[in-house]
């Protein structure tokens, strides 16, 4: 039994004259009889009482007519869902992030994509930097959000937003009324992002060597927006994204980083196979942050 069949009995059910039903599918009266009778046999029951005068429905008929009718409806629901979902306008989308780039344009990208895309299922993976790049080449997630992408052939990159870097210290720091430069810290005890899992925290590390030392770190964090706790707690200095440090704390300055600029820049990553939502989504954020779209195949590490 294949779906035309189904098409071809509700015509005949509807007009109840096969040359009419004929007529309105567009095919020749003897074929679609004989469909009709294929049908049967195949259901092992008569649909229709035929007689030269008049064609009715059985009962058999008028429940199969129910049923035929619910099967052709989810089959056209499904048909159009699918096309939704080509077009980037329906479907589930699995976005990978830490915490600190929902501080950016993401945030209200995803506000604004959730209320012009009602159809789409959402879902925020907030997950370590390391832990994104398997979810994203696995297809757990569809696009993911980093700082410092990494170095594959299978995932591909593009500038998300723009982004500098602002310095954290304790309030009444000593450095906190003058203008810094990152050598002007080689002294000082840091708090860091995790190095094992953070490229982007490898590429602050780097900044700090090429400065002239190594930084001394105390304490360790997954999340940007721990460092500034674990600052106001006195543990140490950190160096953080631009728009995190909009989250303001009350025992915390935050100051810009005098010398060459230091970025954290926020990339997103696809695979080959990204689909429509995740392209659509991309192009939003980018929109919102002012940019236009870019894409290169190779990221860079920094």
Not at 103 to 111: F, N
Request: net charge positive.
């Amino acid at each position: 039994m294949e779906i035309r069949h189904l098409r071809y009995f509700v015509a005949v059910a509807r007009h109840l004259n096969f040359t009419a039903a004929a007529d309105s599918l567009g095919v020749a009266q003897p074929p679609l009889s004989q469909q009709i009778k294929d049908l049967e046999a195949e259901i092992g029951t008569a649909l229709f009482e035929r007689t030269t005068r008049r064609v009715a429905l059985t009962r058999a008929g008028e429940d199969f007519l129910k049923q035929a009718l619910a099967i052709l409806d989810r089959a056209e629901t499904a048909v159009q869902r699918a096309r939704s979902i080509g077009a980037g306008t329906a479907g589930i989308l699995n976005v990978g992030l830490t915490g600190s780039v929902l501080t950016g344009p993401l945030g209200r990208a995803i506000q604004q994509f959730s209320l012009s895309c009602p159809d789409v299922d959402l879902r925020i993976h907030e997950m370590s930097p390391d832990r994104q790049i398997a979810a994203l080449k696995s297809g757990q997630t569809d696009v993911s959000f980093l700082r410092t992408p990494p170095q594959d052939v299978d995932i591909s990159s593009e500038l998300a937003w723009r982004e500098s870097v602002r310095l954290v210290l304790p309030k009444g720091h000593a450095l906190s009324s003058k203008k810094v430069t990152l050598a002007d810290l080689r002294n000082e005890s840091f708090v860091f992002l995790r190095l094992q899992d953070s490229l982007f925290a490898k590429y602050l590390w780097q900044c700090c060597f090429e400065a002239g030392y190594a930084p001394r770190v105390t304490h360790q964090a997954i999340e940007s927006a721990s460092l500034t706790s674990l600052v106001a707690a006195g543990l140490g200095i950190a160096i953080i994204p631009e728009f995190v440090s909009k989250l303001a704390h009350q025992d915390v300055v935050y100051r810009p980083i005098a010398g060459p600029p230091i970025r954290a820049d926020v990339h997103a990553l696809t695979t080959g196979a990204a689909n429509a939502l995740a392209r659509q989504f991309v192009a939003l954020v980018q929109t919102l942050a002012g940019k236009e779209p870019r894409t290169t195949d190779r990221p860079q590490r920094r």
